[in-house]
């Protein structure tokens, strides 16, 4: 019989799983440059409520609509390296909002990791990225769950005609297009990596376009 926190931990991951996500991402520092959790935690929230407000304009957001996500804070093995793990639901075309998404964060921080070092794309695996949001779950318990950058809409999100265009153009195009390039690679690589890794018979894998 397993213990109280196998069980939780269990719940948790079957809570994540539920909502039906199909991007993951990582947005991270550049190596060696790494800042304080309440430094990195007001750009994290600032490069989430631009992508909103691009998104659904500002009335939208005052008014709740904002892309739905789950944002887990992570440290790294030597506890020097915040980052953030997401499960995203993009209201845009998926990959149009992967390569933006990676543009932008690196466009508004200079702190931000170049695109080639972030690594957000379409969901292959639900249960596989829940795991993997939750790897630092043993050290921090639920405390990994960022609940000031999670969201989860009650209501319909009516996204602007000219979303992605205003997101190409909040960005610089030297990130846009780096972002464009490593795409392919990542999720090359991601592929691989739930191949090679993780992969099983009984599991019910989504296809990746």
């Known amino acids: 019989m397993g213990t109280a926190n196998d069980k939780a931990y269990t719940a948790y991951k079957d809570w994540i799983v539920?909502?039906?996500?199909?991007?993951?991402?990582?947005?991270?520092?550049?190596?060696?440059?790494?800042?304080?959790i309440d430094v990195a935690q007001k750009q994290w929230s600032s490069v989430w409520n631009k992508l909103d407000q691009l998104i659904y304009g500002r009335t939208g957001v005052s008014n709740g609509m904002r892309v739905e996500r789950f944002v887990f804070t992570q440290f790294g093995s030597q506890n020097d390296n915040p980052h953030i793990h997401f499960l995203a639901k993009s209201?845009?075309?998926?990959?149009?909002?992967?390569?933006?998404?990676?543009?932008?964060?690196?466009?508004?921080?200079?702190?931000?990791?170049?695109?080639?070092?972030?690594?957000?794309?379409?969901?292959?695996h639900d249960e596989s990225a829940a795991k993997y949001s939750l790897h630092e779950y043993w050290r921090n318990n639920s405390e990994t769950f960022n609940a000031q950058l999670s969201h989860l809409s009650e209501k319909h999100a009516q996204v602007r005609t000219d979303a992605v265009d205003r997101l190409k153009r909040s960005s610089k195009q030297?990130?846009?297009?780096?972002?464009?390039?490593?795409?392919?690679?990542?999720?090359?690589?991601?592929?691989?990596?739930?191949?090679?890794?993780?992969?099983?018979?009984?599991?019910?894998k989504r296809q990746v376009p």
């Open 18 to 36: 539920e909502h039906n996500w199909d991007v993951f991402g990582t947005l991270n520092f550049k190596p060696k440059l790494k800042p304080n």
């Open 91 to 124: 209201p845009i075309n998926t990959k149009d909002f992967c390569v933006n998404l990676n543009a932008l964060w690196k466009t508004e921080f200079p702190a931000a990791a170049a695109p080639v070092c972030n690594e957000i794309l379409p969901l292959i």
């Open 174 to 204: 030297l990130w846009r297009i780096q972002a464009e390039l490593a795409f392919p690679n990542h999720n090359r690589l991601a592929k691989a990596r739930f191949k090679q890794h993780v992969a099983k018979p009984h599991y019910n």
